[in-house]
Each structure stands twice: as C-alpha cells, then as structure tokens.
C-alpha cells in the first residue's frame, strides 16, 4: 500500500513520506497543522487512494476514550427489566460499539481517523495507549476481549490546541503540515477550479498571502478560507484588476468575511486602510 496523492488532493513529498511511513511501521499518523491545512480531508484521501473503507471518531470536549471501544447502556436495560422484556438476560444487548471495536471487528483493512484529538480532556490519549499498543482491548461486563482481526490504519489530527502526553507522541508517527508555498497554493486551487482564470488567481493569492504577512492578525486565513474566497470571486465575476490594484495596507479586498473570522482582523485592515489613505493626501 503505498500513498502519492490523489487527484483531488495536492500531497507534498514529505506528507508523501510521512502516509507510507506510518502505513510500514502499522502506528498511527498524528497530523498537526494550522486549521484549515486539509488534515481532515487527509484521511479521507488516502482511504480512497488505497481502497480502504473509512471510519471517522469526531473529537469533543466531552469524548472519553471509552466511548471509542464500547457503551453500556445501563438505563435501556434497567428500563426494559421494569417492561418484563426478555432480551435483558443477555447484556451484549446493550453494548454499543464505538468505533475501535467497528474498526477491529471489521472483515477488511479499515481506516480510522480520529479527528481533532486536542479537543477532548488530557487524559483521553493516555486512556488510549493500550488498545493502540495491543490492537485488543476486553470488555467488562461481557468477559470478552476484542482483538483486530486487520490492524487498522489509523490517522490522528490535533489543532494544537493542547500538549499531547508523551507517552501517547512514543506510539505515533508525527506529520506537521506546514502552510502551502506559493506554488503549491496554485496546485491546489487548480485542483477545485480547474477553468479559474490565471490573472484572477494570481492577483489573489498576491492579496491572500498579504494579509497573512499583516503583524497583530488574531487569525491568518488558511487554505480552506482561500478556496471560499476564489468561489465567490467566480461567482460575482470579479475581475483580476478589482483585486491588482488592492495593497491589502490600502484598501480592503472585495468579499473580505470569506477571509478575515472577527471584528478585530477586519477593523485592523480598515484601519491600516485609512492610515494609509490619510498619510496619501
């Protein structure tokens, strides 16, 4: 199995590397990278680039690792004991799996992406540690043991929102993915707009790239807010010139909320905007 991109999605050759890497080694792929960079979309990439069914675990701030291997659903049972229902003698019935247990259960190779791993409490990836280890964990109230019938590939993304404990980094192969060089970005907008004109590209990558060199912005748009923002340039028809002549210190760009996410980015552009057209005249 061997990863190199897909049309769809522009993998460097370090990204390359580090997929086929940890694919090899059989350990997850820990993904960092600034919001908006395509780590989620990742997964789903090389899920399709190698054939494998995917399998997604959302990340909340209340997701405990439990909730990955099994639920027990006390109350159901408690519920239908008090009905006379007769499926309470056995308790499999109110086990739920998560989506380890789907994962190594499954008949067939699966991936599984655990998405956004910085977001739950900071005892989640240590309470993982095992089962990633041993690809096996038992469950309590039915005395059996789940074992990976296929080792799972696994892809972890984390925002960096929180320090992972560095027992659960020992078990992952690691990926940052730094933010797309200049001709990279024209990879991936060619990519999503294959008939997109040059000039306009050109002139606004030249206005994207501007604002994230602006000091003091409290959030630098990213590669996804790129991509909306070409969108509604297309679909408003701008033109190239509306943007050619838009130094980012001077004027702000047409369509602005597709790029800039609060008030203090768009009211620091407006006022770099007036500064420099007052010390203009």
Known sequence: MRFSGTENYVATEDLMVAVNAAVTLERPLLVKGEPGTGKTVLAHEIAAALKLPLLTWHVKSTTKAQHGLYEYDAVSRLRDSQLGDAKVKDIANYIKPGKLWQAFAAESRQLLLIDEIDKADIEFPNDLLLEL????????????????????????????????????????????????????????VAVHFPGVKKNLVREALNVFFEIREVPGLKKRPSTSELLDWIKLLMADDIPPEALKAKDVKTAVPPLYGALLKNEQDVHMLERLAFLARREGR
């Open 133 to 188: 280890d041993r690809m096996e964990f038992f469950v309590f109230e039915t005395g059996e043991t789940i074992k990976a019938q296929h080792r799972p590939i696994i892809i972890i993304t984390s925002n960096n929102e929180k320090e992972l404990p560095g027992a659960f980094l020992r078990r992952c192969f690691f990926h940052y993915i730094r933010f797309p060089e200049r001709e990279t970005m024209e990879r991936i």
